[in-house]
């Protein structure tokens, strides 16, 4: 498999390009294209800046899956946050914003956005990771003439959004950013229709303070986060968190997660291989708990980054 290793230095600090084994010391991975596609950025003088809201409502939600009746929780597993990462090189400026939920309507980024005035509305990037167990922000329709969602709920999730934006302003500074793609490997994700059909492919930009420390760390992969699903009553960011608490513990700084190209569909592999349900057609039981999501094998290859 082949790996791109390329590292922007942008404060004349000599280090040679990274590799794998040295990336989640503060392993960052967000798409490539997402920052250094950007008309007009540059890294000559970098800033870069991360921060987090957590958006964990209280009382508790019920937690959506999609289109249909929403489902009652009672319990927490991990904390639903909105995580920002801030470049800028003095000229252009962008942000990218992570949320644990399962969309993100543009009519609710555009409230974002104009909370951030000191960034162009079109260079604010905001992303959901996908999972299935947070709160609906769309708000489907009920089919008794309302709907799902709870707008106090989408209006705090705006509010902090943008707080963790200005923090992360706030807090730039110098940096320099490491990149990287290589194939993940483990029993992380798999095609539930065609099993061995979907994108290996994991993508890192990490942002590196002139003390060598990560400042944020923007990973890029294609997953559903739907190991516990809507329907077991608990709100979580489900794999999502553990992950950047991984990130976290093991690089510093402030990890965020954007989903790549999930199809239909490439989801989590929480099957149970020593149980299958239908052999014929490739379909097993899963294991929908809390500890699957922060199963350490699952994550083991970002130790290797």
């Known amino acids: 498999m082949h ?14 390009l990274i590799s794998r084994r040295d990336f989640v010391g503060g392993a960052a991975i967000t798409g490539a294209a997402y920052v250094i596609g950007i008309p007009g950025l540059t890294t000559a003088k970098l800033l870069a800046g991360a921060a987090k809201r957590i958006i964990t409502p209280n009382p508790l939600l019920p937690v959506s899956g999609g289109m249909g009746p929403t489902h ?24 990218i914003v992570g949320l644990d ?45 309302g709907h799902t969602g709870d707008l106090a709920f989408m209006d705090r999730v705006c509010v902090l959004a943008a707080e963790a934006v200005n923090e992360a302003i706030d807090r730039a500074k110098p940096a320099k950013l490491r990149i990287n793609t290589d194939e993940a490997k483990g029993k992380i994700a798999y095609n539930y229709y065609a099993p061995d059909l979907y994108d290996r492919r994991m993508s ?37 968190g553990p992950l950047c608490d991984r990130l976290e513990e093991r690089a510093g ?36 708990t809390w500890e699957e999501c922060s199963r350490n094998r699952r994550w083991f290859f970002l130790c290797h980054l």
Not at 3 to 16: G, L, M, R
Not at 253 to 261: E, H, L, V
Not at 265 to 270: E, P, Q, R
């Open 72 to 95: 009652p929780t009672k319990e927490k597993r991990g904390e639903i946050t909105a995580r920002a990462l801030y470049l800028t090189d003095g000229n252009t400026s962008i942000v």
């Open 101 to 145: 939920l399962l969309g993100f309507p543009g009519v609710l980024a555009d409230r974002v956005r104009k909370r951030v005035p000191r960034v162009a509305a079109e260079n604010i990037m905001i992303g959901s990771t996908h999972t299935h167990s947070a709160p609906d922000c769309y708000a489907f329709p009920d089919g008794k003439g």
């Open 204 to 240: 890192v930009i990490q942002a590196v303070g002139a003390d060598d420390k990560a400042i944020g760390t923007l990973v890029n992969y294609a997953i559903h986060p739907e190991v516990l699903g809507n329907s077991i009553g608990i709100l979580s960011p489900d794999l999502i």
């Open 3 to 16: 790996s791109d290793s390329t590292e922007f230095n942008t404060n004349s600090i000599p280090n040679p």
């Open 253 to 288: 700084g402030t990890a965020i997660f954007m989903n790549s190209a999930q199809g239909g569909m490439v989801t989590a592999d929480n099957r149970d291989l020593s149980k299958p349900k239908d052999p014929q057609r490739a379909y097993w039981e899963d294991s929908r």
